[in-house]
């Protein structure tokens, strides 16, 4: 059974940085794609960023235009982890944040099969 596990969120102000961790069981991430969205109250999960699986040329990273050059996606194969670094966080950002692992690193949450339980994130004006 593949346990998604995410952690590393909490209480931030704007302009602070903060790592979130995805650790997995009963899957080997460098084998598969994982995502990070997000879901803030009363609006749809968004998509943040994603890896794609390792291949012998490395991995791809796709970002949210949104995110784009704040945040890295970036894996610990060693540790079957993945990592969500954010940095000059804007109150927006604001949100429960999930993991997730599938078979592609796509835009959609539907391209994904097992998902964490989310950690929320909260970024103080």
Same mark, same amino acid.
């Given at each position: 059974?593949?346990?998604?596990?995410?952690?590393?969120?909490?209480?931030?102000?704007?302009?602070?940085?903060?790592?979130?961790?995805?650790?997995?069981?009963?899957?080997?991430?460098?084998?598969?794609?994982?995502?990070?969205?997000?879901?803030?109250?009363?609006?749809?999960?968004?998509?943040?960023?994603? @890896?794609?699986?390792?291949?012998?040329?490395?991995?791809?990273?796709?970002?949210?235009?949104?995110?784009?050059?704040?945040?890295? @996606?970036?894996?610990?194969?060693?540790?079957?982890?993945?990592?969500?670094?954010?940095?000059?966080?804007?109150?927006?950002?604001?949100?429960?944040?999930?993991?997730?692992?599938?078979?592609?690193?796509?835009?959609?949450?539907?391209?994904?099969?097992?998902?964490?339980?989310?950690?929320?994130?909260?970024?103080?004006?």
């Amino acid at each position: 059974q593949v346990q998604l596990v995410e952690s590393g969120g909490g209480l931030v102000q704007a302009g602070d940085s903060l790592r979130l961790s995805c650790a997995a069981s009963g899957r080997t991430f460098s084998r598969y794609a994982t995502g990070w969205f997000r879901q803030a109250p009363g609006k749809e999960r968004e998509f943040v960023a994603a @890896i794609s699986r390792s291949s012998w040329s490395g991995s791809t990273t796709y970002y949210a235009d949104s995110v784009k050059g704040r945040f890295t @996606i970036s894996r610990d194969g060693a540790k079957n982890t993945v990592y969500l670094q954010m940095s000059s966080l804007k109150p927006e950002d604001t949100a429960v944040y999930y993991c997730a692992t599938g078979p592609l690193a796509g835009r959609g949450a539907l391209e994904y099969d097992y998902w964490g339980q989310g950690t929320q994130v909260t970024v103080s004006s």
